[in-house]
């Protein structure tokens, strides 16, 4: 499955970014999604995932409730919703599919990812 984030941009603190992802390659609805995100200099971290069905939902416990994820799969889609942004939330985003059984709770549950988009948060 090929995926290409978009999105990103420069928000001042406060502000809020909706990302989407287009999947391609693959049957969409047969793979977890999620978010992942790498800040300069460090690893890159799981972000949020979501079922194949869109019911459920995990998120970093860093992110205390701004961000949402979410799916359409008759547009073979996931977006992430991010509000309350923080300068510590600059990195690039990076969207990703697991084929798995169970919800990915890590960076490592993923299988596949695309490239990303730069988000920059200033103070």
């Known amino acids: 499955v090929q995926l290409q984030a978009f999105g990103g941009g420069s928000v001042q603190a406060g502000g809020s970014l909706r990302l989407s992802c287009a999947a391609s390659g693959g049957t969409f609805n047969s793979y977890n999604m999620g978010w992942l995100r790498q800040a300069p200099g460090k690893e890159r971290e799981f972000v949020a995932s979501?079922?194949?069905?869109?019911?459920?939902?995990y998120y970093a416990d860093s992110l205390e409730g701004r961000f949402t994820i979410s799916r359409d799969n008759a547009k073979n889609t996931v977006y992430l919703q991010m509000n309350s942004l923080k300068p510590e939330d600059t990195a690039v985003y990076y969207c990703?599919?697991?084929?798995?059984?169970?919800?990915?709770?890590?960076?490592?549950?993923?299988?596949?990812w695309g490239q990303g988009t730069l988000v920059t948060v200033s103070s």
């Open positions: 979501i079922s194949k069905s869109g019911v459920r939902t």
């Open positions: 990703a599919a697991g084929g798995r059984n169970g919800l990915p709770r890590s960076a490592n549950d993923f299988d596949y």
